[in-house]
């Protein structure tokens, strides 16, 4: 049995979730809506506030499926409720973020300013030049923003000028040996 899979999600209150008969899951909460598909052999049952995913068969296909339907319903629980959010750092001589509207301009050493809109259910703060904050309930396309957002520079190992996540180490290798 799947340790992830078998673990029942608690239903909050002001959630309401919906199973039609194709496994669409819809979730609402008090920050939006979310849907997502959920493959037609998982079974998914609601009882009072508690909601469990059970597999039909024991193979292979069935038992990965069976923790990826329960996490990816949890993801849209939590994310309806207390939101998801990265905060990406910004280092390097020059290197600066600023917010105009829904655009995030970046310095980032190019010959040109990079400037990046907020996709529809993404929202970017920038607390202070060398900070950005990447907002919103769907966890992948937060996670996917964010990294899109690091993909301009990424952070490399000499210098560790760059953008990189808050919890990130950066290996840092030493320069060239002088004699």
């Known amino acids: 049995m799947s340790r992830i899979g078998r673990l029942p999600i608690t239903i909050l209150d002001g959630v309401e979730v919906k199973v039609d008969e194709k496994n669409l899951v819809t979730v609402k909460g008090p920050k939006g809506q979310l849907q997502e598909q959920i493959n037609k052999d998982m079974k998914i049952i609601i009882e009072e506030s508690t909601l469990t995913v059970e597999r039909p068969t024991n193979n292979k296909v069935h038992r ?99 953008i990189k996540y808050d919890n990130e180490v950066i290996r840092r290798k030493e320069g060239k040996a002088g004699k």
């Open 64 to 162: 990965s499926l069976h923790g990826l339907s329960r996490t990816l319903i949890n993801n849209m629980m939590v994310g309806v409720t207390k939101g998801y959010e990265k905060k990406l750092l910004i280092n390097g001589v020059g290197y600066r973020a600023a917010k105009q509207g829904n655009k995030l301009a970046m310095t980032l050493g190019f010959s040109h300013p990079v400037e990046m809109i907020d996709p529809e259910g993404i929202t970017t703060e920038v607390p202070n030049q060398t900070e950005i904050i990447v907002k919103g309930i769907n966890k992948q396309l937060v996670g996917n923003y964010a990294a899109k957002i690091r993909s301009w520079r990424e952070p490399e190992p000499y210098k560790g000028k760059g």
